[in-house]
């Protein structure tokens, strides 16, 4: 049976605490088939149906300590010359227990906006271990920024003088960075992200994100002669817009380039760090699965290990190249999806089972989640690998679309093998952890789950599911309207 896109993940059995390792198969580093159920961890995921209900989005704490570890392993094995910071991007997951978990991790933090910043202060991280990112930043998250000692990773010449401003102000000295905007031009192949075949050179041109090269030397200059700020470093961040490494090889070499020229346009200055944002993709790599051009790619994605060793080794070579010095120089990495990703899954429970024999076969499986709380099914085609937490190891008979609670077509995950299904059947959808529940939605009124984290044997709610008040909590009915309707007569 398949699971790496449809492959198993050969990943040795875990030592586990006194279980028949005959009677458990593993599917990855938290997944495994025991007593013919799925579990996660140590926890049966249909016990956790049962218990928390669904839909239920579920979080292994394990798995997303090891995903922590492995980055920081796998660059600070490979990065000697400096330090190595992990900045997990908050936008992935933004429940405040994960945010814990990665603090105690010792890691940094990718913010976007406000409540991002408040998110990373909440979750304890360590200021100067975030970094403020994002394009049209307002002057009060500059100056609560500042406040806070967070580093600013500046977006457009425009934030400069808010940011002299605030640390003007609040007698302080605030330490920015320059998200650069280097030419990917070299990068033809297309992006996932498309069904159309647009380059990655394309894709990068039309993103907002950075600072225009123009505006670029002039706004360095000036940081660098300033008293309110220290510029520390560069920053640049591609999204996954295909998973193979030599994406970061091409992106290094153009990076390099540009911070070359500018070295030579500020009078020779280096950076302290550079940041060279996300992008990882997870190894199941369920992006872009779900257009036609993408369906028949099965290969596992690089691991970060891939990752570390494609970036280091470009880096070093590309900084020699321009004889720009390195010691000390602290390497920075933003994860997202490749650290939040495959720690959590969605369970959902098989309400109805409902067939048509003509004009064309047809089965679909009614499931009580959707699209809606799965979005990334919409925004980045994703194709969800899917297991029957119920019965894992019963063969399919044949292709059902396993479809969702909304009015729209929601189709959850389409054409899957799936065996005979009944009412109350529970289906897991793999690599659910990142971005999932940070960009659900309330269309048709719907309440958003739960997610609960499992640690070993424990499971505990981290997050609970809204209720029909949350969902009408915002909305205000003028007083004469309500007197109008009450007092209207059908
Ligand atoms: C979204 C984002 C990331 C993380 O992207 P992933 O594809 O999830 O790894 C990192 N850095 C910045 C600036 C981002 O906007």
């Not at 929601?410 to 009412?423: F, G, Q, Y």
């Amino acid at each position: 049976r398949i699971y790496a896109y449809k492959g198993a993940l050969d990943i040795p059995m875990r030592g586990t605490r006194g279980r028949d390792l005959r009677a458990m198969r593993s599917i990855d580093e938290a997944l495994t088939i025991q007593d013919d159920h799925l579990f996660i961890e140590d926890v049966d995921c249909v016990a956790l149906a049962n218990r928390f209900g669904t839909p239920l989005f579920v979080v292994s704490e394990d798995q997303l300590r090891r995903n922590a570890r492995a980055f920081v392993r796998a660059f600070e094995d490979r990065w000697r010359e400096g330090p190595v910071r992990i900045l997990p991007s908050i936008k992935a997951n933004h429940a405040l227990a994960l945010r814990h978990i990665l603090t105690d991790e010792g890691m940094g933090c990718d913010t976007f906006g406000a409540s991002e910043l408040a998110a990373a202060l909440r979750g304890g991280v360590p200021p100067d271990l975030i970094s403020v990112n994002g394009s049209g930043k307002t002057a009060a998250l500059i100056g609560d920024a500042v406040a806070a000692g967070a580093r600013i990773t500046i977006d457009a010449a425009r934030e400069l003088p808010l940011v002299e401003e605030a640390a003007h102000r609040l007698g302080k000295r605030a330490t920015v960075r320059l998200r650069l905007r280097p030419d990917l031009s070299e990068l033809s192949e297309p992006t996932d992200f498309s069904g159309d075949e647009i380059s990655v050179a394309e894709a990068t041109r039309s993103y907002k994100a950075g600072i225009p090269t123009d505006d670029v030397i002039a706004l360095g200059r000036k940081a660098i002669s300033s008293d309110d700020v220290d510029l520390s470093g560069i920053h640049v961040h591609l999204p996954r817009h295909r998973p193979e490494t030599g994406i970061y090889h091409h992106m290094i070499r153009a990076l390099v380039e540009l911070l070359a020229e500018l070295r030579r346009e500020w009078d020779g200055w280096v950076p302290r760090e550079i940041d060279l944002g996300g992008g990882f993709a997870v190894r199941r790599d369920p992006t872009g699965r779900l257009l036609p051009r993408l369906a028949h790619r099965t290969e596992l994605a690089p691991t970060i290990g891939d990752y570390a060793e494609a970036i280091t080794s470009s880096l070093r070579s590309e900084l020699d190249r321009h004889d720009i010095p390195v010691d000390g120089l602290a390497l920075e990495v933003e994860p997202g999806r490749s650290l939040y990703g495959n720690a959590g899954i969605h369970l959902a429970r098989v309400v109805n089972v409902k067939r048509e024999a003509l004009p064309k076969p047809q089965r679909w499986v009614e499931s009580d989640t959707t699209e809606m709380f799965l979005p990334d099914s919409l925004i980045e085609h994703n194709r969800w690998n899917v297991v029957v937490a119920t019965r894992p190891d019963a063969g399919p008979i044949g292709p059902a679309d396993i479809v969702g609670i909304s009015c729209g077509f929601d189709v959850v995950v389409p054409s899957e093998p799936l065996p005979e299904l009944d009412e109350g059947d529970v289906l897991a959808f793999l690599d659910t952890g990142a971005y999932q529940d940070a960009s659900a939605s309330n269309f048709n009124a719907l309440p958003r789950p739960a997610t609960v984290l499992v640690h070993g044997g424990e499971a505990e709610l981290i997050k609970r599911a809204e209720t029909i008040d949350d969902v009408f909590g915002r909305d205000m009915i003028p007083a004469r309207l309500v007197a109008a309707s009450a007092s209207k007569e059908f």
